[in-house]
């Protein structure tokens, strides 16, 4: 009898949960957004749910909640509801960054369930048209031949172009300086003012310039050549297979949305990101189709959180915390 009332408890927290991910979704869900309407965490969003809108037969309703550096939409996420009808597409920087160099109000491993990998934005290495380097190779023996003299520029403290050029100081053992810039904009001005040697950057906003043959592109912190740049080497190409610099963007839940809503979120936001006119469209904006189970996802994450802390910690960075 009492095996028996377990198994009647069990059921009775099981159905209830089943039956909401029967009826799911039943009304609009609202996809929050960390950051301001036009930049590429928006473009995702509303491409991708647009395309959830479509098969859920539900509105998909974009909520741009921008503030410190993504942490207070994130915040949003992990307190609304655990009842799928709020999610969020986030970056790399609120999940694995920040949560590093400050406190944040969020447990990533508590407040969230994963549901997938969005997109996958690699960071591309340049160099001001001056520099007398071609390749990887060159850059390097540049930079060894004048230790401390080489500047580096990045889009701010702590964000990922930071992290990549310090990531790239331990790796080639090399002396560079960084000049960090408030944003990837004026980091590009300064770059085509030659007055700061090179920069890892989100691979869209340099291409306009590659086109134009004002910056020269060295490497792509990535697994494979990108389509809008054939010509560009990989790291592990040049010999530099630990520098693999991704920016990305996922979905996620908040922590105790029922496992049948996340499978089901899974599974619409998979189709949704591989329809051809949304992969062809996030193409065009440089960024790679991702998709994975919510299990890989956390894997992810785990795997993200621990190689970002170790260049932090070895780079020195100092913390909030």
Do not use: C
């Amino acid at each position: 009898m009492k095996a028996l009332r377990v198994l009647l408890t069990g059921l009775s927290v099981l159905l209830p949960a089943a039956a909401a991910a029967q009826d799911f979704p039943s009304k609009p869900i609202r996809l929050i957004v960390p950051f301001p309407a036009g930049g590429p965490n928006d473009i995702i969003a509303r491409l991708v749910g647009q395309r959830m809108s479509e098969i859920t037969k539900q509105p998909v309703l974009v909520d741009n909640r921008g503030g410190q550096a993504g942490v207070l939409g994130t915040d949003a996420i992990a307190k609304a509801a655990p009842d799928g009808y709020t999610i969020g597409i986030v970056s790399a920087s609120s999940l694995v960054i920040n949560p590093i160099l400050e406190k944040v109000p969020y447990d990533v491993a508590k407040d969230f369930v994963p549901v997938t990998l969005v997109t996958t934005v690699p960071e591309m290495l340049v160099v001001a048209s001056n520099v007398p380097a071609n390749n990887m190779k060159e850059l390097i023996a540049l930079a060894k031949a004048q230790p401390g003299k080489l500047n580096f520029a990045s889009a701010g403290v702590g964000g990922l172009p930071h992290l990549a050029g310090e990531l790239l100081k331990m790796t080639a053992n090399i002396d560079i300086v960084h000049i960090p810039y408030r944003g990837a904009a004026p980091a590009i001005n300064d770059l085509l003012g030659q007055q700061v040697q090179m920069a890892f950057l989100d691979l869209p906003v340099l291409l306009p310039h590659i086109k134009a043959g004002t910056l020269r592109p060295i490497a792509l912190g990535a697994p494979n050549r990108a389509p809008t740049s054939p010509d560009v080497p990989t790291t592990a190409e040049v010999g530099m297979p630990d520098i693999l610099i991704e920016n990305w963007y996922g979905m996620l839940a908040p922590g105790g949305t029922p496992e049948p809503i996340v499978t089901m979120l899974n599974r619409v936001a998979n189709e949704a990101m591989n329809d051809p006119q949304v992969k062809q469209k996030l193409a065009d904006q440089g960024l790679t189709v991702a998709g994975n189970t919510p299990a890989q996802f956390r894997d992810y994450i785990g795997t993200e959180s621990q190689k970002w802390a170790r260049v932090i910690k070895a780079a020195g960075l100092t913390t909030g915390k």
